[in-house]
């Protein structure tokens, strides 16, 4: 009777943990709203790991609070005399065995897990053309922000990262300078991008991100990069195939974008004179530029991954970087007057692939 | 030649602490050192909840937020952690195995120097133009890439330090393998002495992996070379893998002592034998050994590949069947015993459950899938926060009120303990319970900052007032030890009543050579035996009263510290340094750098040289002089007056 009951509180205990759980935080940026299939597996290891151990915690603490109130020398007297127990081979070995249980019922998702989502050799598969099928992303960590590069269409974008739903997303992670680590919280954990070897993993991307309260996912940099290793965030936005082929092909089509020198916009004449040699404003091409690729910056939610997506905000960014991000590398690198920067922050909000 | 006879100057006081190689008062200046170091990175990580407590503070810069993370994690693990641990070792482990002193006296005061003098190096960089910024963990590309001299105050003074560190866990070894009362077999060793060994053990293997990856660090930013420089073929991945070979095995070495103060308290306010020591000493020496194959479990999503991080996986979850077992044995102790809540056992019984939730959620960190998404998160925080303060800070605190009287002939206030305990027990609660969910729901770890409307506000506003309390609970403790000085000392044996083991057979305040004759052990938990078998004195004899050999004191441990510390000097400013070539660190000319390593080095040099020349056989206390220190202390204990007529 009572151990019945002792389970019905466990088991209401549990229930209202996970509704409690999967409640927690924001949409677009908790590990608790699996938004991918990599994200959701994590999450059921986590909810399967969480429910074993919380049994552990309940059942020791319930022992030690039976054996605490139980053997109070207050209840039990002040003269009494323990019996000097030595121990019992029978009580150790249950309490190595049952752990022992509880672990290989751990291991064994854990092990296929790891497995699965180790395999990234769908990368290399091709179609009869010789051309690759899977969706490959070429990340690069930079302090302090991230390109994004599509080898298999020949574009490259910078801080948002733009992905199909429904379709496995390959990455190759790399890092330019130190080291830091890619994460996506809702979608699926985390890989390291290292400064001397590329790391190769994949996740799933299910929920469009229009219906999301900010519109996009939230990513992370995960290991520490220096003073700004807080400030380069990243944004996600997952568009359903068709939108995203249209995305492309309007990314594709402004190969040969440039901006000049002798424009009457003051922004764009002042863009071409200072930001034109670290940033590009056509999406096609490689990696490997100095400064983000600026092709989507009216598109964005963000700028510099975390400031509100303003002319305003956009103008003091680029007057004072170092005030907001610490250590970023865009510092001194061009001198330009606050009416220049006022109009570079306009010129630069018409840049845009979805408009 | 009476401990209590006469009233030393101030000043005579001082040289015998400088000079002092008697385990009892190195274990004073741990405590002192390691209380201090505690205060400062305590401090640290109240400025970073600050910080925390509301998004987008600007209440500090970034680097200065680096800086302290850095500085908080190597000082709380290395500078205060250890040498605290170290105190109650010092103070504790030769009086449980019935020796006068430890194996090496000289060297034991020479690695608390070198320790302490690396500790100050370290924390000079605060005055002298930047502390490291690379985390406590000084990845390679980061700490690489960091300018200005920060990184190498870290190198350095660590290197410095461990060497301490590295010394003292050797003696430990030696004393516990060789200096045992006549009787005390290993397996009745009490279960402190027997997690100080394995402890010590620890040290022995995983410090030399941190003085050469330190080493390859400081070649790599001081003299050009590219161990860790992957543009010129080095590899940061030989860093992380060199640091977690020594970082993982860190953790027990903090936490395997604190498990063996558990072990002492327990029994004590339980009234009842160790549950299970048999197998305690068998989990103890499995947790030790198992502690040195899972470090790479720190690099889940490093990319080792699937295989690596499987067996890595499996590994890390099998830490959990030792400790477990040991966490039942613990309850199986109070199960049938008689508990006395004392200020030590509350903090015993705190520790319990904390324990056992930092250890499962190892355990879900273990499986690595799941690390990808809790690894470098607030999880993790609030993970390794349950086990350092839930199990190594609980323990320090409670074995502080539990060995007081040994140590100080003093008490500290039950009362104000109590409320001590309390404060601090919630407080801790409140900062890193909620920490498991800043993580899951995203927010990544080492963030000096972060924007609003993420979820996390709440949270962490919260998590700052839990840092507040235990930062007041901390404070209440310090006022306690501050008021323990002027109470009334203790002068007894036996102190609560229920002791068992051979330390507190001893009558305080204890004679500086400890037992006036070495003991004989007759069983596991000898005091206790002695006592219920009548025996008022706590202990009977191996030897008759005679001559006692005792270590002369020396200054020369400080001198060589003092030297090394010197020669850091030198080597940091060294011109030749990546950092002082880029111009974002002050160096001096090669003459004075060279000039500062030969003349540092050199005084430690010629102290050895001292040392080794100059027999130094120590002296001998003779018969007459130890009945007559003996007839001193019944006197001071009977009157409460120093001195007889001497």
Not at chain 2, 502 to 524: C, I, S
Not at chain 2, 549 to 575: D, K, Q
Request: include cysteine.
């Amino acid at each position: 009777m009572i151990k019945g009951l002792k389970k019905w509180r466990l088991f209401s205990l549990l229930a209202v943990m996970t509704v409690f759980l999967a409640a927690c935080g924001e949409e677009h940026l908790s590990t608790l709203r699996p938004a991918g299939s990599v994200g959701r597996e994590q999450f059921n290891l986590l909810m399967l790991t969480t429910i074993i151990m919380t049994i552990v915690v309940v059942v020791v603490s319930i022992i030690y609070l039976l054996a605490f109130f139980r053997f109070r020398r207050s209840r039990v007297g002040e003269n009494v005399m323990p019996k000097q127990v030595e121990g019992s081979h029978t009580l150790e070995v249950i309490w190595a065995v049952i752990p022992i249980i509880l672990l290989i019922i751990i291991a064994i998702p854990v092990i296929s897990a790891t497995y699965k989502f180790a395999d990234v050799s769908a990368m290399e598969d091709v179609n009869e053309n010789g051309e690759k099928t899977a969706l490959t992303v070429n990340v690069t960590a930079k302090l302090y922000w991230w390109e994004f590069e599509y080898p298999n269409q020949g574009i490259v974008t910078a801080q948002e990262l733009v992905v199909p739903t429904g379709e496995r997303v390959y990455f190759n992670l790399m890092a330019a300078d130190v080291k830091h680590s890619f994460w996506i919280p809702a979608v699926g954990g985390k890989m390291d991008t290292n400064v001397e070897n590329l790391n190769k993993f994949y996740l799933d991307f299910e929920k469009e991100s229009k219906d999301l309260e900010e519109g996009v996912f939230f990513g992370k940099c995960a290991e520490l990069c220096g003073p700004s290793h807080a400030l380069m965030d990243f944004k996600v936005k997952t568009l359903s195939p068709e939108a995203f082929d249209a995305w492309v092909a309007s990314m594709k089509a402004t190969e040969g974008n440039t901006a000049s020198a002798e424009s009457t916009d003051l922004g764009e004449a002042t863009f071409a004179n200072s930001c034109l040699g670290c940033h590009a404003v056509s999406g096609v091409g490689v990696a490997g530029a100095f400064g983000p690729n600026l092709t989507t910056f009216g598109d964005r939610n963000r700028v510099a991954g975390f400031m509100d997506h303003t002319v305003e905000k956009t103008a003091d960014w680029i007057m004072d970087p170092e005030y907001y991000k610490p250590g970023n590398l865009m510092t001194d690198k061009y001198n330009v007057t606050e009416e220049e920067a006022q109009a570079i922050a306009e010129y630069l909000m018409t840049l845009s692939v979805e408009k | 030649m009476s401990s209590v006879a006469q009233k030393k100057s101030f000043g005579a006081q001082v040289w015998d602490f400088l000079t002092t190689v008697d385990h009892k008062k190195i274990a004073i200046l741990y405590l002192a050192a390691g209380t201090l170091f505690f205060a400062i990175a305590g401090l640290e990580a109240l400025f970073m909840r600050f910080q925390l407590m509301f998004p987008e503070s600007t209440f500090m810069s970034a680097g200065t937020f680096n800086e302290l993370l850095t500085m908080h994690g190597t000082t709380m693990l290395f500078l205060a952690a250890t040498p605290l641990l170290f105190a109650f070792m010092n103070a504790i482990v030769p009086l449980q195995i019935g020796a006068r002193d430890v194996a090496f006296p000289f060297l034991n005061s020479l690695g608390f120097w070198l320790f302490f003098l690396g500790a100050v190096f370290l924390h000079l960089s605060f005055f002298l133009g930047g502390a490291p910024d690379a985390g406590w963990t000084s990845y390679a590309s980061l700490s690489l890439y960091s300018p200005g001299h920060g990184i190498d105050f870290y190198i350095l003074g660590l290197q410095i330090s461990g060497a301490g560190t590295l010394i003292s866990g050797i003696n430990f070894i030696v004393t516990i393998i060789t200096m045992r009362a006549p009787g005390m077999t290993f397996m009745r060793m009490p279960l402190f002495t027997w997690t100080t060994l394995v402890s010590s053990t620890l040290i022995l293997f995983a410090f030399p992996p941190l003085t050469v990856s330190l080493f390859l660090l400081l070649v790599d930013r001081m003299f050009g070379a590219n161990f860790f420089d992957h543009l010129m073929g080095g590899n940061t991945i030989i860093w992380e893998h060199l640091f977690w070979i020594f970082g993982h095995p860190e953790v027990y070495i903090l936490v395997l002592p604190a498990f063996g103060l558990f072990s002492e308290i327990i029994p004590v306010f339980a009234r009842k034998r160790l549950f299970g020591y048999s197998s305690m000493v068998f989990a103890t020496i499995l947790i030790g050994f198992l502690g040195f194959m899972v470090w790479a479990h720190h690099m889940f999503t490093v990319g080792l590949g699937a295989t690596a991080n499987a067996i890595f996986a499996v590994a890390t979850m099998t830490i959990a069947v030792p400790t477990g077992m040991k966490v039942f044995n613990w309850i199986l102790t109070i199960w049938g015993g008689s508990i006395k809540v004392t200020v030590p056992m509350l903090y015993a019984l705190g520790f319990i459950p904390s324990f056992v939730a930092g250890g499962v959620t190892g355990v879900m960190m273990a499986a690595a899938p799941l690390d990808y998404q809790l690894h470098d998160s607030y999880f993790i925080v609030a993970h390794f926060h349950y086990v350092i303060v839930g199990g190594i800070v609980t323990a320090l605190f409670g074995a502080a009120h539990f060995y007081w009287p040994i140590m100080f002939n003093r008490v500290l206030s039950e009362k104000l303990g109590v409320i001590t305990f309390w404060i601090f027990f919630i407080g801790f609660h409140l900062t890193f319970f909620l920490q498991h969910f800043l993580g899951l729901m995203g927010m990544p770890r080492r963030v000096f900052t972060f924007m609003p409307n993420q979820g996390w506000d709440l949270f962490n506003l919260i998590s700052t007032i839990g840092a507040i309390m235990m930062g007041i609970g901390v404070i209440l403790l310090v006022l306690n030890v501050l008021l323990s000085i002027k109470s009334e000392p203790v002068n007894r044996r036996d102190y609560w009543g229920d002791g068992r083991s051979l330390e507190w057979a001893l009558e305080t305040p204890l004679p500086f050579y400890n037992f006036k004759q070495t003991p004989l052990v007759r069983g596991y938990d000898p005091y206790w035996i002695e006592k219920h078998e009548g025996n008022k004195e706590g202990m009977v004899y191996a030897e008759p009263l005679g001559d006692i050999h005792m270590p002369n004191n020396s200054i020369l441990p400080l001198v060589m510290s003092i030297g090394m510390f010197i020669a850091g000097f030198g080597a940091l400013y060294s011109p030749w340094g990546d950092q002082v070539i880029a111009g974002t660190a002050k160096g001096i000319s090669p003459a004075l750098s060279v000039g500062l390593l030969i003349f540092g080095i050199g005084m430690t040099v010629v102290a050895m040289i001292t040392r080794s020349a100059k027999d130094d056989l120590g002296y001998y206390v003779t018969k007459a002089e130890v009945e007559a220190t003996e007839k001193d202390l019944a006197h001071y204990r009977a009157t409460g007056k120093k001195g007889g007529n001497k």
